[in-house]
């Protein structure tokens, strides 16, 4: 930590490049913006659904020539630990992937001070399609996240998370699980620009006989992908009093999710 907030470095899942992000709270009410301190001018870019540029394996940022691409981990540990205030320089185009979960992130935001936020209230159901996934959220009196995925896979098939919106179970159950992938699909992934910083030190990746890696969960992929959905729906700026379900989720279907709730 340093006197203007916390500091993680390391590389970028996708461009391969390793980037700094200090990490500090703001003033109340003004939500999170990253910084890209590289670049001449400082440029900016607010974390809303509004600047979601691509949902291709991972969420990216824009506003001009501010772009900062894999914020969905940070954004699940700022969400998870009631952070909605939050400043974040980065000194390059990816903030940085860590183990692959968001352990790291809760590690050192802990440390500062929570900012709360009056919840969103869904008043009527609310149910869309994106892709193969469905979201289906129902009014409530709390609030609980819950994903199921599958996979054709041995070691995978069908999981289901789920998350109860309480901080403890977040660190404790949700942000550990890491990013994971299929080595039949490497090659493929990186023809097209992405996992170029993809390694087994911070991503869980299934070979044709099983990971490659010890899990930490058995369902560590379905507690993944529960963690990439905190990520995205923390584009709302704030939480949800809700029951949400999720079936096969990619970055598209919850910010698309966030889209329709934000018009409702």
Known sequence: MTDH????????????????????????GTGIRFVRTDLPGRPSVQAVRATVVSTDRHTVLASGEAVVMTVEHLMAALSGL???????????????????SALPFVAVLASLEPSPRAPLIVASEVSIRRGGGVARVTPSDGFTLECSIEFDHLAVRRQTASWDGSTRSFMEQVAPARTFGFLDEMVTLRERGLAAGASLENALVFGPSGPLSPTRFDDEPARHKLLDAIGDLALLGCPIRARVVLEKPGHSLIVGLVETLEST
């Open 82 to 100: 009631s952070l909605w205030d939050a400043v974040i320089e980065v000194d390059g185009p990816e903030v940085p992937i860590l183990d692959g």
């Open 5 to 28: 907030g916390v500091v993680l470095e390391g590389i970028g899942l996708h461009t391969g490049r390793t980037s700094r992000i200090v990490v500090a709270c703001s003033t109340p």
